[in-house]
Each structure stands twice: as C-alpha cells, then as structure tokens.
C-alpha cells in the first residue's frame, strides 16, 4: 500500500529499481554459468535456509501445462521483516480457492487439451515480502526483457516451476501496486482479487494490472450513504497508513464536505504501531465525546489491534462504527472484541458463497494432504493441538507442547469454521485468467493442447485476451473487466454485525448499495434490546426562528435568530423581506404586510371632518343670508359678485377635507392637487381685488375726481377669474408634469400606507405657490388701506383676514416640510391649515355681516359723504367705535361723519 506521501514513494520505488538492477547482474551471472538457462528457484520451507545461507521459499504447488502464479497473506504482517500470526480466513482460504477453482477447471473439458498449474507464495502482507516473492515468477534475465530466454521453454512439461503467465494476488492495495510496478517489466499480467484502492485504476500507470473487485469510490460513497441515512452529521475517521486507507479515506473525506458532514478526529494508525500508538488513537477518539459514528478503513489485522486497545480504555458502547470491506464479516477483527464491535454497519462487495467449496475444505485432512505447506499450521492453531513433527512443513520448527491431534477431527461449522465471504473473487480471478487461455488457444490453435504459438505464453498477448474476457462469474453476475482494468460494479452488501442471541454475534445483511443505498431500517440493531442508534451530531435543532452559524474554521454550528423582518432562506441564511412584506409565522416565506391609509375613523379624522361639516353648512348658510339679502346696503357695500366667489372657494376649502380622507386613488389624487390651489385662488384672488379695488378707490379721490378703472363689478369678476385660469394652468401643468398616483409608503418596517405620491415628497406646496402669492398681495394692500375712515372699516377685517392666514400658513409649512417622516401627520397638518384658513375667512369676513343682517338691521343702511371736490354715495356699515380709527391727519379727515349710526 502506498504512504500519502509522494517522496516516500519516490525512496522505495528507487529502491526496486536498484533491487532489480542488482536481479539482473545475478541472474545474468547465473544464466552464464547455468548451460542451459536460468533455473528455476528451489522451493523449500518458509524459514529455512540453505547450506549458504540464503532463505528458501515455501509454495503450494499445483503441475500444470500454463502455471498461475498466487500471492496470499497466509500469514499477518510482523514487526521487522518478517511474518506473524496464520490468517485463517484472508489467506489460507483464499489460497484454498484458488487451488480449488483450479481443479474444477483441470477435471473439466474446459481447457482443451492443457491444465492450469498453480505456484502460490506467502507474502505475509507486507510491502518487501511481496515484492520478493514475485521475483520468483520471474524466470527469465531482468536485462532480457522479451527475448524469449527464461520463459520456461527449456522447462520440462509440468514442472512446478514452469513459466509463470500471469499472478493472482495480491490481497492488499499497497501490495498490489509494488508487485504490479514489477511485472510489467516483464509484461506479466496480474490479477488482484481484493485490492480496491483508487490509484489500481490508472491503466498507464499499470498497464499489466486487473483486478476483480471495484474500486473504493463506491465504497466511500455507500459509507457516507449509511451516515446520511442516519442523520449522523459529527464523525470520527480512522484509517491505515497504506494506500487502500489513504485513498479510500480521501474519497470519504471529499464526499463528507460535499455532504455537510463534518469530521471531528482524524487518526492515522501506522502499518508498525504498537499498543501505546493505539490507546492515543483511541483516547483521541473519546474526546470528541459528540461524535458517536466513527469511520474504520483498515485490514482486519489493524481492526483486531484497535479494538483491542478500545477495550483497554474500557470504550464499550461508546461508538458506533462503520467498517471498510477489508475487515467486514472477518472473524479476525471480531473475535475476542464482540461486545465493543456490537451494531457496527460495514461494507462487503456483494459475493456468493461457494458451496462446493465448504465440501472441499472441510474433507481436507493435513495427514492426507500436503499441496498446501501451510495448511498443517492452520490445523494445529484451529484444534489447538499437534501434529506429527515433518520436516517439510512450513512454519513447523519442530515438537510441539500442544497435546496431540486426535485422527478423527474433522472441520465443520460444528468447531468454528465459516467461508470467507469474499472468496468468490479469487474464483472470478481464476476464471478471468482460465477464459482468457482458452479464447487464446482458439484464436492461435487449431487442435488441443499448447501449440507453439502458445509456447510461451506471451504476456502482452494474454493482456489483450483478459481485457476482452466475458462470462457469467461465481455470483451468476455477468463478469467483465472495465476499461481501466477494474472489476464489475458489483452491489455492495450492508451488514450489520448483531448479538442474536445472549453472547451469540454474527454479520447480518441488513442492506445492499448499488447506485444508492438500499437498507431495511426494521432489521438494523444496535444493541441486543436496543434497536435505536445514537445521535452522532454536534449541532442542536435550530429552531423555526434561528438559521445555522458557522464561523470559518468550525465544524458544528450555533444557531443565530433572524431579525424581525428576515425570513429563512435556507438554513444557512437569514433574508431580509423586502419593504411592505414581513414573514410568515414558520419564516418560510414573505407575505404582504396589510395596506392601510389615513382612516376617518380616528379622533383626529373624526374631528376634521365634524370641523369640515359645519364649516360647510355655515358656508351654506351665509350664501343663503347673502341670497336672501342681497339688495340690502350691507351685502351691496361687500361685493356680492366678489362674495359668492369667496363663499365658493371657502366652500370647496372645507370640501378638501373630505378628500384628504378618502382612500387614495389616482383619482381622488389627483382632485387634491388640483382643487387645493383653486381653492385658495378663489379666497385670495376675490380678497387681492376687493382689496386692490378700496385701495385704488381712495387712493385715486385724493387727487382726481376721475373714477378709477376696474372697479365695477364685472371687471373684478372678470379679474378674479383670469387670476383663477392661471391658477388652473398651474394646476394642470403640475398635473402632468408629477402624475398623481396612490403609492405605497412605508412609515415604519411594519406599516404600509396608501398615500398621494404627492405627499412623499414636498411638492404638494407647489399648488399653493401661486394662492400664496396673492395671499403676501391681498395682505399688502390690506395694510396699505389700514387708516381708511372708519366707515369703511370693511378693509380692516380683510387685513385681520390676511394676517390670521399668514399666521396660520406660517405656522404649518415648517410643519409640513419636517413630517417628512410621518405621512399622516403632513396630511393632518395640511387639511387642519385648509380649514382653518376657510374658517378665518368665513369668521373674519362673514360673521360680522350676518350680526348686522340678522341681530342690528337697524345699521344696515345707506349713507352719502362728500370728498375734495365732489360728492361720493357709497353704501356700507357703521360698526361701534368705528370713528375712532380716524385720525386728524388722516387724508380723509374732512369727509363728515354723519353719526355712527349712519350708513355709508
């Protein structure tokens, strides 16, 4: 398995070249001294050396006309250079396969005319061993390459050591690449049965390279399937230092982060650690006491070492654990560790089971038996006992202080014996190379037997047959090879690993994965009487209110409420409703806000409009005082063209409030923009010429007895409408220059209002520029014509007329132009003005006409005064005290008053 890192990998793989640069000088120099060509390595027990010294190989050996070459973990790795413990399963089994498969095949027709022989060696799962153990395939000069010399042509017909074509193994990834790096020197090509790591698939790379299991990406992908579907967001991972963790945890790790799973620990345990380096692991692991679910990608032999270091803590039932393919339904990794392995979820390439096979091993006797050097080891660690002592069986040093192996054992499920649950891919590896022999020998052979095309075998010939090979395999499942030389994307079985029965565990399939993950969640267990699995998350819920936080750095989130006006987007992301909306009670989603405008059910409307009503109705009832008394002196001395007028535009004054209340529309807007300066030009204007007219009336007798031009009453008419029309033109240019609209207007986040697009901004004013103007005119003359005698005091209640209105309107401009802010308040403002100034008018103006008309009709009467040099009838009212007003010095001091109680 390779390390992750690259320069390492530089080191060792400088390391075989110069390990075959010095094969090729031995070689050489034996092929010199040998006649005949190299000779094939001897085969002697695993262990034992020769007479100078150098270590001699055991094999399982099986005579064949074409011989596959095997590599098996027979043994476990070892610290230094060399083997550990028998692997019962992994090893012995997978290489009792092979030679199984090998024999179906022999006592079949299927190879016409030739057999299949096998030489298969021990690489104890280690790196070096494998790499040593394939040079013994290797039967030619390393220099040679393809001259044809040592390919076992000078071999004698089956010879065990006749020329390797092609290798079965090995089981572990990192194995696999430095036994692949090998042999396509050789272009011998190699047929991996277990190894998965992604970095196998690179066809340039390994050109020589097959393998019949599919690559860790769909591994990684169903294992992160299974933590999605339990909702487990906070994990753990541990891996094994060598390729098949390296990359397999790569790929989960790049999955998790596209997933939003987050990884709490990451621990590394190395190929040579020791128990100290996996108590650290696993006291790391405890820390993180959030996450429960915790990856495991490593062989079975590293599986066993770290549980055994979690029960030296003491950590039963603290994790949850999901398991790589390479310690799945392995009794290695569970024995001995059941409790702390209870309701672990793994991963296993779907595979069938052979039964022929479970025939086959369990009739094996080693009494009887002895193709496999180490099945008399396998016999006395599974019984417990010894065998006689033979000094040719591997791993066998001499007596034993077991007790001596009855005659009658036998294997059986009855003393602990299962299949191992992969095997069928060391028959499919078989079968590949069997298919590909024979569709060679078709193509190149007429007749049976080996023809000389096929002597040797060449091996980049016999690459292109396997890549094209096409059969239904041990499963049933169509068996071909992909292009990159993986294996068919098989289903993966789920298991989870259970306590049936009080003290009885064993892998049950809960499940398969095949693009997606298929689990039956009823037949899951956790525990014996604990069917729930725990929680394995850092993050609490947030609630409906709250989105997720996370600060950079960080794994787990916090949950942050979102503001009053913001609604959740996602969960990650607080958004803020756009004006006139607010969220929806769950904050899914914004929903409009209810309009509203200014109502004339509050107290201030209330009071406008009872204010309005009865301005209206004294309006009214002057009008009709002035109809009725129209011929009589007072009504006449006031103008009674330039009265109706005034009445009318104090009228629709009042009128306006009813419209500043009512629901806004383009409408009713634009009647407001429009009537509010004709209204106030009717006042003004009527007021600027009765006032205009008094002033020129008095101003002109004082030095010419010459009447005064546009003073009858149809020229002020005339006068006071042309002031009108440019009122109105005012008005419609305003009109189309700012359309009137109701817009939405928001006071505050949580209103939303109808008003007058006018009223947004200040511009409203601009229809009252042009009243304003002839109010500062009429309030001009108005002082100008102060001191006139005392019986045409009339003049006087226009100048209080005007200067209460310049009072008022002084008073709400400022008040208007700072409610930017508060849109009811400026409209409030604005018709409580309208209305006063309609009410100063209708007071100042009106009020002491009707007292004469109806309370003193005795002063309404008709007086004629003299002035300079002619003699003036004028018509008006004699107030009390009114003769006070006129001075000595007054212009008009020598016009005789006749009494005051005479009328002018």
């Known amino acids: 398995m390779h390390s992750p890192n690259s320069r390492a990998n530089s080191t060792r793989h400088s390391a075989r070249m110069m390990l075959l640069v010095w094969l090729c000088a031995i070689v050489t120099s034996g092929t010199a001294a040998t006649p005949g060509g190299p000779q094939p390595l001897d085969v002697v027990e695993l262990g034992r050396t020769t007479e100078d010294g150098e270590e001699k190989v055991s094999a399982a050996v099986e005579p064949g006309d074409v011989v596959l070459g095997g590599l098996f973990m027979i043994h476990q790795a070892a610290e230094g250079n060399g083997c550990g413990a028998l692997a019962s399963q992994m090893g012995l089994q997978a290489l009792e396969t092979m030679l199984y498969t090998v024999d179906v095949i022999n006592n079949s027709t299927f190879l016409p005319g030739f057999k299949l022989g096998v030489r298969a060696l021990d690489d104890c799962n280690q790196e070096s061993k494998s790499l040593e153990r394939s ?8 220099c040679e390459n393809d001259s044809g010399v040592g390919q076992g042509q000078h071999q004698d017909k089956g010879s065990d050591s006749a020329h390797v074509v092609g290798v079965v193994g090995s089981a572990s990834s990192l194995n696999s690449i430095t036994v692949a790096n090998l042999l396509k020197l050789f272009k011998i090509p190699q047929i991996s049965y277990w190894s998965t790591s992604p970095d196998l698939s690179d066809s340039r790379r390994f050109p020589y390279f097959f393998r019949a299991v599919p690559s860790d990406q769909y591994q990684a992908q169903a294992m992160i399937d299974i933590v999605l579907h339990f909702n487990w967001t906070y994990i753990s991972i541990v891996y094994e230092n060598s390729n098949y963790g390296v990359q397999g945890i790569e790929e989960v790790k790049k999955l998790a982060g596209a997933n939003d799973v987050c990884v709490a620990v990451k621990e590394m345990i190395p190929r040579d650690g020791n128990e100290s380096v996996y108590d650290r ?12 679910a915790v990856i495991l990608w490593a062989l079975d032999e590293s599986a066993d070492k770290f549980f055994k270091a979690l029960g030296r803590a003491n950590a039963v039932h603290k994790f949850i654990w999901i398991g790589s393919d390479s310690w799945s339904g392995r009794q290695l990794s569970t024995f001995g560790n059941e409790d702390l392995v209870e309701g672990a979820i793994t991963i296993q390439p779907m595979s069938a089971p052979i039964p022929a096979f479970d025939d086959y091993f369990t009739s094996l006797n080693p009494l009887t038996y002895d193709r496999d050097p180490w099945f008399r080891e396998f016999w006395e660690q599974h019984f417990n006992c010894s065998l006689p002592y033979n000094n040719t069986a591997a791993g066998v040093r001499g007596p034993s202080d077991r007790p001596r192996c ?10 602990n014996y299962s299949q191992e649950g992969q095997i069928q891919f060391v028959a ?31 091996g980049q010939e016999l690459r292109e047959f396997l890549r094209n090979v096409s059969f239904q395999g041990v499963s049933g499942n169509a068996f071909q090879f992909t292009p990159n030389g993986n294996g068919p994307v098989v289903h993966y079985k789920i298991l989870n690993y259970q306590q049936v029965s009080p003290n009885k565990y064993k892998f049950v399939p809960v499940g398969y994965y095949k693009e997606g993950l298929q689990l039956n969640t009823s037949a899951v267990r956790y525990r014996l009487m604990d069917d729930k699995f725990p929680k394995s998350s850092c993050w609490r819920p947030c609630s409906h209110n709250e989105m997720k936080f996370k600060r950079d750095g960080e794994c787990c989130w916090s949950c942050l409420p979102c503001e009053q006006y913001e609604f959740l987007q996602d969960e990650f992301t607080c958004t803020e409703c756009p004006n006139g909306t607010k969220p929806t009670d769950n904050l899914t989603e914004c929903t409009n806000i209810q309009e509203r405008y200014l109502q004339p059910n509050t107290s201030s409307a209330i009071s406008a409009l009872v204010f309005a009503t009865i301005g209206e109705f004294a309006t009214i009832f002057t009008a009709c005082i002035y109809i009725r008394h129209r011929d009589t002196p007072v009504v006449k001395a006031s103008g009674r063209e330039l009265s109706g007028l005034l009445l009318v535009g104090v009228f629709l004054c009042y009128a306006l409030t009813y419209l500043f209340l009512a629901p806004p529309t383009i409408l009713t807007c634009g009647l407001q923009q429009f009537l509010m300066g004709i209204a106030f030009t009717l006042c003004y204007a009527s007021l600027l010429v009765k006032t205009n007219r008094v002033y020129r009336i008095f101003t002109y007798g004082k030095s010419t007895t010459k009447r005064p031009n546009f003073i009858s009453p149809l020229s002020q008419i005339v006068i006071t409408l042309i002031l009108v029309l440019v009122q109105g033109f005012l008005s419609v240019t305003w009109l189309a220059a700012v359309p009137p609209d109701a817009v939405r207007h928001y006071p505050d986040r949580g209103q939303v209002q109808i008003v007058c697009n006018a009223f947004i901004t200040s511009t409203s004013l601009l229809g009252l520029a042009f009243p304003l103007v002839l109010l500062i005119l009429c309030t001009g003359f108005a002082f100008m014509t102060r001191k006139i005698p005392g019986h045409f005091n009339e003049a006087k209640c226009i100048g209080f007329t005007m200067y209460s209105s310049c009072i008022v309107w002084l008073a709400m401009i400022p008040i208007y132009i700072l409610t930017i802010s508060n849109i009811e308040l400026r409209i409030v403002s604005m018709y409580i003005a309208i209305s006063l100034c309609a ?24 007086i004629t005064i003299s002035s300079g040099p002619r003699k003036m009838k004028l018509t008006g009212a004699v107030y009390p005290n009114s003769s006070s007003n006129i001075s000595n010095h007054s212009p008009y001091s020598n016009i005789h008053d006749q009494g005051r109680n005479n009328t002018l």
């Not at 692991?281 to 429960?292: C, M, P, S």
């Not at 009855?406 to 003393?415: D, H, I």
Request: hydrophobic share 45%.
């Open 406 to 415: 009855p005659g009658n054992l036998k294997l059986g499920t009855a003393n």
């Open 281 to 292: 692991i696993v006291g790391n692991l405890l820390k993180a006491t959030d996450a429960r």
């Open 428 to 458: 499919d590896s078989v079968w590949a190379f069997a298919h590909a022999l024979r569709d060679m020998h078709r193509a190149y052979c007429s007749g049976d037997g080996l023809c000389n095309r096929m002597r040797p075998v060449k």
């Open 135 to 142: 040079l013994d395939f290797v039967h030619r000069p390393v």
């Open 839 to 862: 009410t100063v008018c209708l007071a100042c103006l009106f009020l002491p006409r009707i007292y004469l008309i109806l309370i003193r009709p005795e002063r309404n009467v008709r």
